[in-house]
Nanobody, 113 residues
Framework: VQLVESGGGLVQPGGSLRLSCISS????????MSWYRQAPGKGRELAAS????????NYADSVKGRFTISRDNAKNTVYLQMNNLKPEDTAVYYC???????WGQGTQVTVPS
């Protein structure tokens, strides 16, 4: 199993980023996928999750209405569209397959205050 994130960076408050996670080594369409994040000095928290065929999504209260998780099973890719970013969104964002506890290497998102 391999999960490779991309799309992080430095963005001003109010800006947008789209994270991508390309998956390999398993049948992607059979698994729910998630994005977790870890802010400096804090524990990891679930930001968003999506069911295997994309019919169901779930969001942390802190990102509802601003973040959108989606997936393209033909491309083995899960996305996280992040809009109206705030300094408190600064974190390392991880792509996760919770079954089996597989994590990507993470991508840094920085929103300066």
């Amino acid at each position: 199993v391999q999960l490779v994130e991309s799309g992080g960076g430095l963005v001003q408050p109010g800006g947008s980023l789209r994270l991508s996670c390309i998956s390999s080594g398993f049948t992607f369409s059979r698994y729910d996928m998630s994005w977790y994040r870890q802010a400096p000095g804090k524990g990891r928290e679930l930001a968003a999750s999506i069911s295997s065929v994309g019919l169901s999504t779930n969001y942390a209260d802190s990102v509802k209405g601003r973040f959108t998780i989606s997936r393209d099973n033909a491309k083995n890719t899960v996305y996280l569209q992040m809009n109206n970013l705030k300094p408190e969104d600064t974190a390392v964002y991880y792509c996760v397959r919770r079954i089996g506890n597989y994590w990507g290497q993470g991508t840094q998102v920085t929103v300066p205050s």
